[in-house]
C-alpha cells in the first residue's frame, strides 16, 4: 500500500505561479512512477502530469506543456508539480496518484491521495 496526501493548493491569480507536493508513505517510493491528476466541477478527472522512478522522463497534458513542471525527491518520498503561467481554467482539484511503472503514464493508476484545491482567479 501506498499513501498519498497533497498539499499548497491555494488562491492564486491568473498568470500566478503555484507549486503543489505530494507526500507518499508505504512501500518504497522510488519504485513508482508518479502522477498529477485533475477534475474541474462538471468535469471529468483529466490527466496533467507524470514523471518515472528516476527522474528521467516527464510527461505533459498538452493543455500545461510549458507551463507545468513535474519532478520528484525520493529521498524526501515527495513529488511536486510546479505551475506558472496559471489560467482560470486551470482551477481545479489535483490529485496526487502512483503505480508501477507499465510503459503508459496516463492511465491505470493504483493509489491515489484526497486531492488539494487549486483556484485560479481572473
Known amino acids: 500500500q501506498v499513501q498519498l496526501v497533497e498539499s499548497g493548493g491555494g488562491l492564486v491569480q491568473a498568470g500566478g505561479s503555484l507549486r503543489v507536493s505530494c507526500a507518499a508513505s508505504g512501500r518504497t517510493f522510488s519504485r513508482y512512477v508518479m502522477g498529477w491528476f485533475r477534475q474541474a466541477p462538471g468535469k471529468e478527472r483529466e490527466f496533467v502530469a507524470a514523471i518515472t522512478w528516476s527522474g528521467a522522463n516527464t510527461y505533459y497534458a498538452d493543455s500545461v506543456k510549458g507551463r507545468f513542471t513535474i519532478s520528484r525527491d525520493n529521498a524526501k518520498n515527495t513529488v511536486y508539480l510546479q505551475m506558472n503561467s496559471l489560467k482560470p481554467e486551470d482551477t481545479a482539484l489535483y490529485y496526487c496518484?502512483?503505480?508501477?511503472?507499465?510503459?503508459?503514464?496516463?492511465?491505470?493508476?493504483?493509489?491515489w491521495g484526497q486531492g488539494t484545491q487549486v483556484t485560479v482567479s481572473s
Open positions: 496518484a502512483a503505480k508501477i511503472w507499465n510503459g503508459v503514464a496516463r492511465t491505470g493508476y493504483d493509489y
